[in-house]
Structures are given as C-alpha cells and as structure tokens.
C-alpha cells in the first residue's frame, strides 16, 4: 500500500472519530437537556399542585369561616329579637296598650282625652276612644297573633253616614301587621306621647266583650241592610 493511502485512510478514520464524538456529544447533551427539563417541570407542577392545595384549604378555611360568622349572626339575631320581645312584654299593659294606640295614628295619637280597650274575647281586643260620629267610627281591632305580632283592622261599611255603621252593614278590615321590635323602636322615639295616651287609658270596659261588630266578623254580611234602625250605635247611644 501506498505512503499517500495510508495517509488518507488515517485521516479517514480520524475523521469518523471526530465526527462520532461530536454525534455522541449532542446526543449526550440533548438528552440531558430533556432530563433536566422534565425536572423542571415536574418540580413546577408540585409546586402548582401545592400552590393549588394550599389555595383549597384557604378557599375551605374561609368558607367555614364564613359560615361560623354566619352562624354567629344569626344566634345573635334570634337573642336580640327575643329580647325585644321580652322587653316588650315586660312593659306594663297600659305601656303596651299606648303603643299599639300610638302606632294605629301614625305616631300622632289623640291626647288627652280617654281609651277604652275592650278584652272580654281572647286574643282581641277592640280600642275605642272618646269622639263623634257612632262607636264603629271611633274604633280599631288588635288581634295578638302570638308570634310577636299584631295585626290591626279598621271598620269598613257600605254605609256612608258614620252613625249608621252597624253589624249589618260593616267588617273588620285587616290593615297592617305589626312586630313588638317595631313597637319598641317607636316607643323610643316618642316615649312622652306614649306615656301620656298610657295614662289616658280607662280600663274599666276591659273585661267586656266588643258587641256592637262581633271582632270574628272579617267579611261584609251578605245581609247588608240598614232597615233596622234598632240595631244602628249612634254617638248618643254610647
């Protein structure tokens, strides 16, 4: 063989050293770059999936805390409602009374002259004061409704004449229901008025019952008539 063969086929061979190196070199370096950022990744999504984690218990811990709060409001919410109405029942009838009284006239009740409540029929009581015009015009209803409340009714008739309103021609008509809470709340802001209708009320039809429109009587009777004029309450009358 040849001087200048050999010389071709060495820097062949070195040639293809060279070039398996560099191959085996890439290889090596691409596979640890896929190594190391698969690391990367894994490391990123246990940190995502701790950070995620740790957002679940904050998100739980607000939601029970949230609900505690919840729950606290509405223990506290219940205590003061009942409270109301203990200090409402605590008032002195006549206070209690003056209220309902005070809130039927839109906090501007009639002073100074006499109430008389009548309480002879369970859970009513129909509250009359001194005035013109026939009984039924100077009255209202109060039904207790047992659940802190008060439902108030106004006479309504077919007859206009206000001395001719009768049982036969005249209903209770509910007009509003009233909480004990909201008694209260104007009791405060007009204590002076209330005590005084308070000390206005005579109760000395109290155990009577209110016979001249049964307190039952919610509809107008299908008898509606004025021919019996003995059965009419003028102011006279009363």
Known sequence: MGKKKIIGLVSLIIVVLVVSVGVGAAIGYNHRSNVIERAEKDESSAKNNKSHESSDKTNVNKKQSSSAVTSIQSVANVATESSNLNDFDSLPQKAQLALLINH???????????????????????????????????SFLITDNHDGTFTLSQV?????????????????????????????????????????VASSIDMSKSAEAFTYLPVDQDTMPANDTDDDDADDISDDEY
């Open 104 to 138: 039927e006239f839109k906090n501007s009740p009639y002073m100074n002259i006499p109430y008389w409540p009548y309480m002879g029929t369970a859970n009513k009581i129909v509250m009359t004061w001194d005035g013109n015009g026939g009984i039924l015009n100077i």
């Open 156 to 196: 309504e008739s077919s007859e206009e004449t206000l001395a001719l309103k009768s049982s036969k021609n005249s209903y209770w008509k509910a007009t509003e229901t009233v909480s004990k809470t909201t008694l209260l709340s104007e009791y405060e802001l007009n204590k002076t008025t209330v005590d005084s």
